[in-house]
């Protein structure tokens, strides 16, 4: 267990400079061409005891398009760039620094539609930054995510492509179970704990970390440190701490 706690915590000191390094490679023509975002969308509340909990949709009108980009970007990417995070093994990082004007167009459409307050640690407008990334599950890939919480202050999941609602559906505490449908988002409190159940299919997702730097000066919403405790970040948006 030492072994693999020393191993994981050099990974980590490393991360920002490796990623850096790999994104710094990519071919900006990739997600550089305007993006279709639909206007007129359904919101559908979902009943939990707890949280504020929404699916809206559909979001894209050239969803095609968009799965088409990833699917080749990820084929073309360092390996290091296709491991989103520390749980998930299959997917897509999107770096600010390359994706800028696809990740803020997200983050800008989704304040602008006005949806309902979903915490209240900070309004829509207090939302500054992103974090975007792709998940990829499937019998090949991870089939399924253990419980956890999200490194933002809201989180949008939107199910790019899935072969059937029920496939890989998102699991909360409670034994809520809420289908991925395709072209719909799921918006919640980042602090929702939260699991994906198993894909028998494939199944693409693209998650949007919402960030706000207010929340962020006076702590981490992860460990709850002061921010002048902390290593500080220097790949893309400095996990939400910078503005």
């Known amino acids: 267990m030492v072994e693999k706690l020393d191993r994981e915590r050099g990974r980590r000191l490393s991360l920002d400079r490796d990623l850096k390094n790999a994104s710094d490679g990519i071919a900006k023509k990739y997600l550089s061409e305007e993006i279709q975002l639909v206007v007129a969308l359904t919101v559908e509340k979902i009943e939990h005891k707890s949280y504020q909990i929404y699916r809206v949709g559909p979001v894209f009108t050239n969803l095609g398009d968009v799965i088409s980009k990833i699917n080749q970007l990820r084929m073309e990417v360092p390996p290091i760039l296709q491991k989103p995070n520390s749980m998930n093994n299959f ?52 089939k399924s995510l253990g419980w956890h919480f999200d490194d933002s202050e809201l989180t949008m999941s939107i199910c790019l492509d899935n072969s059937g609602d029920e496939n890989g559906q998102l699991l909360l505490e409670d034994g809520t179970m809420i289908n991925q449908m395709k072209n719909y988002a799921i918006l919640h409190d980042s602090l929702l704990i939260h699991s994906a159940g198993i894909s028998k299919n494939n199944r693409l997702n693209l998650i949007c970390w919402f960030r706000s730097s207010k929340v962020r000066k006076s702590h981490c919403p992860m460990c709850n440190g002061q921010p002048e405790e902390l290593v500080p970040s220097n790949f893309d948006t400095g996990g939400g701490f910078l503005k």
């Open 91 to 142: 997917g897509l990082i999107l770096p600010d620094k390359v994706f800028s004007y696809f990740n803020s167009k997200i983050r800008k459409w989704a304040q602008e539609q006005q949806f309902p307050t979903l915490t209240p640690r900070c309004s829509w407008d207090e939302i500054d930054s992103q974090k975007v990334f792709c998940v990829q599950y499937g019998p090949s890939m991870d």
